[in-house]
Each structure stands twice: as structure tokens, then as C-alpha cells.
């Protein structure tokens, strides 16, 4: 009883009630193989560690870019079910200011109840307008719809800062074609399989200079069989190019290092093979 009950404590968000600066992932590292997050070459200059909560518990975990507003990647554990769709988007109140908010909400219930203005939010990251005119590019989900397992896991992926622009002729195409045919054949025996997929900052904006076109899409996953065997895979996508390309997970890290400056990435910090 007594067990039970911690463990809702702490699967609960509000088991850190005070406003602090969070600069790691310490309430949330279920969503990390062996509680090991990549190591911090993907760190941008001015990050956010967001424990996604929604309907008070934490659903997974996404490294946020503050000044070009994109995440850097989201992290979680993948229990594939048949879409649902939704409507509305949430933002990140951890963003926006000091408060001791977890909730991620729409931009109306934060303005209503929590009084904040749609200028301080839209100051802290990208909003639904950032997004509404787009054109060749939409919003890509880093954790899907389509990997949560229940209806409220599912809702969860739907705020922006697990959202990218990403190119609508790959998002609908070969990158839907990984996430729904390839990854269910290669998850086939794991008992649980952690993603981490990312978004590599490009060299150009959308919506007037506020938010970052990614140049590149990338995916790794780490499977755990029977027997403490592991297996692992990755894949990475230009971003504007309808065109997914399978990798071991040692070469999407090479990739990566080339992309981010040479500095050696490690996604599961050599964890998962
Ligand atoms: C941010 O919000 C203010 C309204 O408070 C608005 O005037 C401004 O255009 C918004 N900027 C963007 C990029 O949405
Ligand atoms: C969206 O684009 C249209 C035409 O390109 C433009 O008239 C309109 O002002 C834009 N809206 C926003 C919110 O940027
Ligand atoms: C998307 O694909 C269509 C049809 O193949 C093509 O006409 C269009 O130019 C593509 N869009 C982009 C942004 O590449
Ligand atoms: C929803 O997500 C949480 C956190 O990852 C997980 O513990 C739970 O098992 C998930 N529920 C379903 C039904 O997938
Ligand atoms: C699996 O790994 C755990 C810890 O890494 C170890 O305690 C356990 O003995 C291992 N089991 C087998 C079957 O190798």
C-alpha cells in the first residue's frame, strides 16, 4: 500500500512543488535506457529539460532549443497504437518564466487562467501561429501520435515543443513509412524499446525568423531482448527531401558528430550496442 502510493508520488509531476531551474532530466529518467540521456554535444547554447506532464504525470522527455525553438530531441518509450486525432495544441508554461507550472496546456487556458499574455509565451518558444502558414512544411511530431499506447499518452505528443517544421512531402511519405512499417517490424521480439528522435538545427527560419528549419530528422532506437541482449538501429532524413535513410545506431552517431561540429555524440552512451 505504502508502495503503491510512492509510486503515484512519483510518477506524479508535482513531486518537485517549488519553482526551480531544472537543468537535467532527474524527474523523469524512465524514458532513458538505463537512465542515460545523449551526452550534452547535442546541448544547445540556451536549453530547457522538459519532463512532459500531462494530466499530472509525465508521459516523456524532450531537450528544448530556446533561442531557435525547436526541440533537440524528444525521448520515450514506444507502445505503438492506431492514431487518434486531435485538434488542439499545448505549449510549455517551464518555458515561459519563473512559475511553478507543469501542465502543458493550450495558449487560451494559459492566457485565461493563468493571466499570462500571449506575448510572454510567444517570447518563450513557437505558438500554433508560428505554425499556421507554412507552406511545403508541417508540424512533425518527434514523439508520434502513433508510438503512445493509451489515449492520454497520445495527447501528450501533441504540444509544440515536441514539434518541428518538418518537410510535408517526407513527413507524409518515407519518415510515416519508418515510423509505422519499419519500426514494427523491427521492434519485432523486444520487450521494450526506447526512442530518442531528434531534429538537427538548419541554417534558415520559418515565420519571420522565430522559429528554426531543421536540416536534418533523425531517429535511434534501442531495443532490449530476452536474455539481456540489446539491438539498435537508427535512420536520418534531409529535411527537405522525401528520402529516409536505415543505419546501424554507431553510424547515425558518426553522422551526427560530423553535423554538430566533431565533437563524438553518443546517443545511449554506449549502452545499447
Ligand atoms: C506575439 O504576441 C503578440 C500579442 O501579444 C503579437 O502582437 C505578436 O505578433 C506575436 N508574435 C508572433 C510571432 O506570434
Ligand atoms: C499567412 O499568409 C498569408 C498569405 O501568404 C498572409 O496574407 C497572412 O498575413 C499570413 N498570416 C500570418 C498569421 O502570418
Ligand atoms: C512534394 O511532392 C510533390 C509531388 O511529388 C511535388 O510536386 C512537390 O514539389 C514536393 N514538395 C516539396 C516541398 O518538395
Ligand atoms: C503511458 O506512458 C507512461 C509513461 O511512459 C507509461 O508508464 C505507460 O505504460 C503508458 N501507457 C500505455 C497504456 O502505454
Ligand atoms: C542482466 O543484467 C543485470 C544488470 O545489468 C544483471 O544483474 C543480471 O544478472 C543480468 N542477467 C543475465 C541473465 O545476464
Excluded at 535513410?245 to 551526427?256: D, F, I, K, S, T
Amino acid at each position: 500500500m505504502l508502495g503503491l502510493l510512492l509510486l503515484q508520488v512519483l510518477a506524479s509531476c508535482l513531486w518537485l512543488g517549488h519553482s526551480e531551474v531544472v537543468t537535467s532530466f532527474a524527474s523523469c529518467p524512465n524514458f532513458f535506457y538505463d537512465g542515460t540521456t545523449p551526452n550534452d554535444v547535442l546541448n544547445p547554447e540556451n536549453p530547457a529539460w522538459i519532463c512532459q506532464c500531462y494530466n499530472d504525470a509525465y508521459r516523456y522527455a524532450t531537450l528544448y532549443n530556446k533561442d531557435k525553438k525547436i526541440s533537440v530531441y524528444s525521448a520515450y518509450i514506444y507502445n505503438p497504437w492506431p492514431d487518434k486525432t486531435h485538434q488542439t495544441w499545448f505549449v510549455e508554461p517551464q518555458l515561459i518564466g519563473k512559475n511553478n507550472l507543469k501542465e502543458m496546456e493550450t495558449e487560451w487556458y494559459h492566457i485565461e487562467k493563468h493571466k499570462f499574455t500571449l506575448d510572454q509565451i510567444n517570447a518563450s518558444q513557437a505558438v500554433n501561429a508560428d505554425y499556421n502558414n507554412l507552406t511545403g512544411l508541417e508540424r512533425g511530431h518527434l514523439n508520434l501520435n502513433c508510438h503512445q499506447g493509451s489515449r492520454d499518452n497520445k495527447t501528450a505528443t501533441f504540444t509544440l515543443t515536441n514539434i518541428v517544421p518538418q518537410d510535408t512531402n517526407l513527413s507524409k511519405g518515407q519518415w510515416n513509412n519508418y515510423e509505422c512499417k519499419t519500426m514494427s517490424i523491427n521492434t519485432q521480439g523486444c520487450t521494450t524499446t526506447y526512442v530518442i528522435t531528434g531534429a538537427v538545427p538548419g541554417n534558415s527560419f520559418v515565420s519571420g525568423g522565430r522559429v528554426n528549419r531543421p536540416s536534418h530528422i533523425w531517429s535511434a532506437a534501442c531495443c532490449l531482448l530476452d536474455k539481456n541482449k540489446t539491438r539498435a538501429w537508427g535512420v536520418i532524413a534531409e529535411n527537405d527531401k522525401n528520402k529516409v535513410q536505415n543505419l546501424p545506431l554507431g553510424q547515425l552517431e558518426a553522422r551526427l558528430t560530423s553535423l554538430y561540429g566533431g565533437r563524438a555524440v553518443t546517443l545511449f552512451n554506449s549502452a545499447c550496442p
